[in-house]
């Protein structure tokens, strides 16, 4: 798992994440090396906020079919399959919760800004441009998804000369500052973005590549 400021980033499926939030699941889970989460932390999921409750080891073989229902399974046998296969790893039980709604998706649609905010994005852009490992983007990539709105993340890549990967994770810190919003294919400027990119005295580098000019490939 990675860790992006209070929140980790843990994968639960769109129905599990969703029954964390209506309350039908409350438990997970897995087999780990090393315990990968305490009580109390936090992790974004596409239903909010999940918090984790708690977390113990136990035996996999003692896992109830009360408790497979809790964890998003229909019976303890199916659950024991979709661990990991390693059955000397520890079998580690989670107790979950939800804990409101993801804080990026009021931050996107805010886009009343003053100018203490606008500073705060410029220099927060500005530390992400020093600390890459492939020039200062920042901007440019805002541009990009500004120019194409719902392009695939590849072709938008290779209209700046990256690796699909590196890209989406340049656009993922932007989503955490609630500049871009993502779709199923694609990406847009936020109300927000849309506002600091009116408002910021910074602009695209010189050196941007003029292959953005071009429409993307087609879906």
Known sequence: ?????????????????????????????????????????QFTTVAGIVRVESVEVVDADTITDDEAVRAGWPDAERLRRRLAPDPTLPCYRVGLSWAGEDPRIALREDD????ADVAAIDARL????????????????LDLI?????????????????????????????????????????YE??????????RTARVVPDHLDRRTDESPPSR
């Open 1 to 41: 798992m990675g860790w992006i400021g209070h929140y980790a980033r843990v994968l639960l499926p769109p129905k599990v994440a969703q029954g964390v939030r209506d309350g039908s699941v409350t438990l997970a889970f897995r087999r780990w090396r090393r315990q990968d989460v305490v009580p109390g932390q």
């Open 126 to 141: 500005e530390r992400l441009d020093r600390a890459s490992s492939h020039g200062a983007r920042t901007m440019a990539t």
């Open 146 to 186: 500004r120019r194409h709105p719902q392009r695939r993340a590849p072709d938008l890549a290779e209209l700046v000369g990256l690796e699909t990967a590196p890209f989406k994770i340049d656009v993922r810190k932007l989503k955490a500052l609630g500049l871009t919003r993502s779709f199923a294919v694609g």
């Open 189 to 198: 400027l936020s109300p927000r973005g849309i506002a600091y990119l009116a």
């Open 112 to 115: 009343d800004l003053a100018e």
